[in-house]
């Protein structure tokens, strides 16, 4: 059984499940599944996929895990924790088949504050399953080499990063040794994502908001409104809490134009999780000396495919203009020497109500080539925020 625990995912699948349930108890969506190399997959493959998906739905969310993310999330109350210990994952709401190219599909449907919990387990899943499938096995001798380098580095220059890399990660068991290690040897290591290891090892849980937050805001109000709306109802849900907003959903760029003194000065920081990093800080605390906020007050967290060594550069760069953070995860849970799988599942279609028709869910994307979701659907997008001259290519 690859996922064992209802934990077993990032503490912001938890976060934002409240969220929908506070402001769009209604609200219903679809999660796709891409794999971007374009994969072959086989029948054994799906078979073993299924098998495990089956197993979800076996998952409860215990007594003692139930006390512990209510001592530890003070930003979510207890009845939520209480309303998670009755959810049951249901294989009935995942379709899941290959085509005749043996390209991998899988769709969730469902209410928003339940379907946004199948995306990490089954992303985690197919990760793990694919590898046993190509033969990999991990060397742990090879990891812990690798690790401490990792740390080394970490704790010389005081370079705070946390772990998130349980979606593509190696296997559960290599993500468990590496949070193991990290727990015990890497001074500046402030927590990990993952709900689950973040209990057992004794670690702080990290993470806020998810892109689909503002897609789903995009896709009911419209895009020239979405930045500004979905960090107007976080705000509505957790009251300053969770405060680093991410930025890139429209491109960064729309996002500091659409960004309020107000939201600048009560939000902790943002995330970068696409685009060229260096041209983000001046852009952002360029913004910020705008609004008369000392930058150096605020944060960026990154996470956009990093490795210690690009960290490091950033963490030169951020010095004496604002503080920084990094979210690293590919790098520590699937650095084995075997290329990890290039996979999303992104909230793909929503609605406001059952009775409503579906609506187009896009997100772009800072790295050029990389916007998510209909080729129609993403053009509307870009014409409607003046990215594009034309509404149709």
Known sequence: MIVRTILDTDLYKFTTSYAYIKLFPYAMGRFSFKDRDETEYTEEFLEKLKAEIDNLSRLILTYEELEYMTRSCRFLPRVYWEWLSSFR??????????????????????????????????????????????????????????????????????????????????????????????????????????????????MKMMGTHPHEWFMFHGAQFGYKHANYMALENWVNVYDGDLGIALSDTYTSDIFLSNLSRKQAKLFDGVRCDSGNEFEFIDKLTARYKEFGIDATTKTIVFSNALDFGKALEILDYCHGKIRCAFGIGTNLTNDTGFKPSNIVMKLSQCKMNVNQKWRECVKLSDDVGKHTGNPLEVQACLYELGLSSSPIS
Not at 105 to 130: G, N, Q, W
Not at 132 to 149: M, Q, T, V, Y
Not at 162 to 167: L, M, P
Not at 185 to 202: E, L, Q
Request: hydrophobic share 35%; with cysteine.
């Open 89 to 202: 994952f249901d294989p009935g709401k995942i379709e899941v088949y290959l085509d005749e190219a043996h390209h991998l599909h899988v769709e969730v449907v469902d209410y928003l504050y339940k379907v946004t919990l199948y995306e990490v387990p089954l992303l985690a899943i197919i990760s793990e399953i694919k590898n046993s499938f190509s033969g990999n096995i991990a060397d742990p001798e090879l990891i812990f080499c690798k690790l401490s380098k990792k740390t080394g580095l970490s704790n010389e220059r005081q370079l705070p990063f946390s772990e998130f890399g349980t979606r593509r990660r190696f296997s559960f068991d290599v993500q468990e040794a590496v949070i193991d290690y990290l727990s015990k040897n890497a001074r500046y290591c402030t927590g990990t994502s993952n709900c689950y290891f973040a209990m057992k090892f004794g």
